[in-house]
């Protein structure tokens, strides 16, 4: 199969490892594989062990391969909101010939130029996310190919990770055999995927409730503002219910999964068994307390996040 025009995606979480395999046809991409491995080496969704983490995500691209009928050599890897910052800058450039359109080269410069920036020494370039162009002083220009000027400056954000989270990363990646295409911010990522021209212009938080961490990040004029990282997440819920009923947290992830509602109000009085850690019958719980209690953490998670 001809791999021009697929595109690979690598998610990696607390709990699992995500392959998620696209091919671009007629404007509009179409899954066409997936692979999920559980996460090993990985710590709230940072490499902690390399070999191991690299393992995982070998497994997960076969299984992808497998589904999609193709061989895999590339992809582009998300890096979670842990520990990012972003930080306003602003490059210029001056521009040889004024008779010259400016063009894609002439943006890749300012960009650059703005990502010159004194950093911490464990600190490293992620990105750099333009919010607007000036061009000889005109400014609020969202492109500035095709124009003409003397003087190119942008306005932007400039986002910045530790160096050992991101080398990890790589180093993991290339570990398992893969090319690292590139590298985005999940949060960022997400929202241009959810999130339609109107939310992402007029201002927008996305949740990303993930197991070991959740994760809310503000959008707003296309842009990546702001991003808040609360250290609970689907985990908490498991272990909360494991708790109350006695259980052990895989009969709990079990339940929540099968029985469970975020809104209690939405659960039926149905009962369903529970096996309880040293007893030899199954106790009957009821889908709404079930819910009672994933309700708590959940409103617990948000208020923090909402208070931040």
Known sequence: MDNSGIYVGLDIGTTSIKVIVAEYVKGQMNVIGVGREPSDGVNRGVIVDIDKASIAIKRAVESAERKANIQIHDVVAGIPANLLRIEPVRGMIAISD???????????????????????????????????????????????RGMVGVRLEMNGGLITGPKTIIHNLKSAIR??????????????????????????????????????????????????????????????????????????????????????????????????????VGQNEPVAVTEKYLSEIIEARMEQILTNIKNN
């Open 98 to 144: 004024s008779s010259r359109e400016i063009g894609n080269q002439d943006v890749v410069e300012v960009s650059n130029a703005a990502s010159v920036h004194n950093l911490p020494p464990e600190q490293e370039v992620v990105d750099v996310l333009p919010d607007e162009f000036i061009v000889d002083g005109f400014d609020g220009i969202k492109d500035p």
């Open 175 to 276: 570990q398992a055999g893969l090319g690292l295409v590139d590298v985005v911010v999940s949060p960022l990522a997400l929202g241009r995927t959810i999130l339609n021209d109107g939310e992402q212009d007029f201002g927008t938080i996305t949740l990303d409730l993930g197991a070991g961490q959740s994760t809310a990040a503000v959008i707003h004029d296309h842009h990546l503002k702001y991003t808040f990282v609360e250290q609970e997440g689907g985990q908490f819920v498991t272990k909360d219910i494991s708790v109350v009923l006695n259980t052990s947290l895989d009969n709990a992830e079990q339940i929540k999964q099968q029985y469970g509602y975020a809104v209690a109000d939405q659960a039926s009085s149905d009962a369903f068994p529970v096996n309880v």
